[in-house]
């Protein structure tokens, strides 16, 4: 009996161990640092972010509002060391590192998140952990390992050897370059594919470098490690020659460190090493180098490349260096502190293979044309196969053709890429730049030259950002048809600008990180993508060629590095500075980034009082470079005129963003001057801008008042004049109806125009305008043939601007995208994080749009939702999924019901009818109220049905 009992217990024991497993909460996923799932840290003060995801929450009504009230953080060293262990009360799904212990140079971290919800039931431990990497911090860090190379040797390899006896468990490369390196470690290349776009920085204040973990490719015996050089933007604007520094950290079983390092033939002078450096031991490496088989390499002309120079196993242990190997020089020391490149990687994303391929003879030349179908941005592998060995080729790249079909080429030899074919079978494929491009065209003298259509293919490279949004157009209307080409459009031009670890305006003439295009782009792009690690980078390179004056450059970085010029500058348009305020901003919003906003806060401060400093009239800021860029009028015209009504403009929503982060930084009496500064500043507004005879804002041309009444719209309150504002907003209609309800704006008018017609009741105006199809819309671009945006709505030259206009330019397509997401999707954060965001899609029926699906991966989790109108469009069916731990703001439209029949239903149950809410019919729907156009939901987390009905 005592065994029956004993054995009883024990199933009871076991029993309950079971039904506790089983009852945990599900995992968090998703684990992140500083946006990343392989983040790098890199400087003493830099304090990592970590994020993660929560489950999505279940169909069940029942478990609605669920969320997290603590989690428990636990942060150990790779060998399981203890750093940081905390259980924190928060409804946050991110928080900053908060250990007493410093992070060590040189070290992986795992790190493990369990989740308590708001009963205390835990979750299960996240599995796999998070890590990531802190790198090297200080120069210390770097002791022995000299900046090398040259022109004479941008082809370099270093041999090392390890015994047996040295068992390396973990291995770690660190290069630095202000041009490009690629790495090979026994002749594997470390990167993910065959280019590698170099990080563009202030390079007097700073300069990135790469890790990657080695450990799977060295070997007992010899190692070689080999790199090529690049020159970049270092050499193209700054003039200087190709240079890298170099370190391997590799750790042994026993523990020990062991050091390789760029040594040049005549060392220079080491900085004194970190204790970390200073215990590590030093092996030898030999490094030798050549000129090698990469003739020249430019991003903007392109690279010229002789593969008969290329041996295969020149990175290989086997290989022997022939004499024009030389012993690799000590190169120009680089001043700019070094740092890690804490950014998604830049790589191939995918292959595009050619449409069609079609010969053009002119001349007595004939230029073979590949058609790729779509705008990319990236480079072309050429197969060794389209012609005999020693033949030199031409690769030309363009968007366009023209009425000859012959390619249409940039100015100055841009995007052009040549190859001597070698004896490697291997694809020939251009190292150190990159292309936009539609078409190519191939051009040889060599008779054995024969391009096939395989001969060709395009690998599309950009920075790697993942996508966290996505929406469809449901349905084969030739609405939703041109709304989902548009916005592929977008997407597309987005992606292909977010190079070099930073947004820039265009892949082909210019590949500059203009502020105003980043500024008029970057909510949409925070939608759409993962940017909080680009816009981190992005907004410290702003911050680090900030003059003594506290004013930004209208493009960064700085392609002079000269001091004195920067500080004699005058002041840049603020309607391009301003990004310098208002992306930290908006990071907080749809991220609830403190940091950023933490970081940059003085400089914001010191940007912010140099405008004041040189207000003008009414002591409001109006200066002006740009203006409304590329707006339909002329740009005489339109840069006068518009331009210092949208400096002011800028200036007064970066005001509005200071009081904001001021209280974020408990600058309370910031907050307070900013705040009457936005008040004053927009009493001055309107009696600077307001045109009384036209009865709205313009800038004294019909042609103008899109884009200023809309600043105006935007800004409200005393910006607005003291008439009705039905008054006004009849005389914004009646103006754009006289343009044929086309758009008349430029690029701060494109983010701003369809949003506040939208906001103001004028939907269908808006939807009219971004529906158009001929000149000047964006119908207009895809009725001949885009696949991306363009630099202007004609895409034709302007005389009075002579560099052409190139077609994939993100600028004019932001704020659209931006309108789609927020306005006709209808999802938009109204707390930071999305912690509390609205649900309202706009909803026309009878304009060939009936049906909207939206989907949004936040810091806080899943969002989706689609509207459905009936198809005799009296009703509309409404999903939506309220990730856990927010709440959401939930408008249903009253569409053609008359306010007190409607009745909308979650389920089959009604939490509204009679004119008036419902209270406890369904879990999850707090409270409801009546709206001018519908009824407002306040809900919890969860996933709901809701439609409408006439009683």
Known sequence: ??????????????????????????????????????????????????????????????????????????????????????????????????????????????????????????????????????????????????????????????????????????AQAYVASPGCTVLYINGHQVMDGPNDICAWTQFNKRIKYNTYNITQLLQTGTNVIGVLLGHGMWSHFYKKHPTMRLKLSLTTASGQVLTVTSSAAASTSAPIPSAAAAAAASLPCKWVGTVGFIVSDDPFFGTVTDWTKLDDSWPLPSFTPPADWTAVPAAEAVTGALEALNVQPSRPIRTVHAKTLTPHTANGTTQWIYDFGENVVGVTAINPSIGAPKATIKVLHGELLNPNTSLVQLQNGYQVDMHTIGSSRSLMVPHFTWHGFQYVGIESNDSSVSPKLDSVVVYVEHTDVESTGAIEFVGESEQATLLTKMYDNMRRSQQGNIAQYMPTDCPTREKHGWLGDAQVTAEEALYGFNMGAIYHNYVQIIADTQRASGDVPGVVPDTTLDTAAAAAAKITDISWSAAFVLIPHWMYKYYGDERIVQTHYASLKAFMDNLVATAGQGNLPTFYTWGDWCAVQARALATPATGPSLAAFNFLLSADAMVEMAMLTNHTEDAAYYSQLAKQGRESFAKMFFNTSAGLFNGGYSLDAQSVTAAALRLGGSALPAEPMAKLLSAYEANIKSFDNHLTFGSVGAKHVLPQLTAHGLYRVAFEIATQTSFPSFGFWIQHGATSCWENWSGVADPSHPPQPTHNHIFLCGGLGEWMYRSVAGVEPLLPGYSHFKYAPEVLPGHGLDSVKVQLDTVHGHISGQYTASADAKTVAMQLTVPLSTTATVHVPYLQSAPATFVVREGNTAVWEDGKFVPGAVAGVMSGSASPTGVVLEVQSGVYAFASASA
């Not at 998140?113 to 998070?130: E, I």
């Not at 802190?134 to 120069?139: A, F, R, Y």
């Open 1 to 170: 009996p005592c065994v029956v009992m004993v054995w009883c217990l024990v199933c009871v024991l076991l029993a309950a161990h079971a039904t506790a497993a089983a009852a945990l909460l599900p995992a968090a996923s998703n684990l992140r640092v500083d946006y990343q799932s392989a983040a790098v840290v890199s400087s003493p003060s830099a304090v990592p972010r970590f994020s993660w995801v929560l489950p999505p929450p279940v169909s069940d009504a029942a478990q609605r509002g669920a969320g997290q009230s603590a989690f428990h953080i636990s942060l150990t060293t790779e060998k399981g060391t203890s750093v940081w262990d905390a259980r924190i009360q928060s409804n946050q799904t991110w928080v900053s590192y908060g250990g007493q212990q410093a992070l060590q140079a040189d070290t992986t971290y795992h790190w493990t998140l369990t989740w308590f919800d708001l009963n205390g039931a835990s979750s299960a431990v996240s599995s796999p952990p998070g890590q990531f990497r802190v790198g090297l911090m200080t120069d210390a860090d770097w002791a022995g390992a000299d900046w090398i190379g040259g022109e004479q040797h941008r082809q370099v390899r270093g041999t090392f050897e390890l015994s047996a006896a040295d068992s390396i468990v973990r």
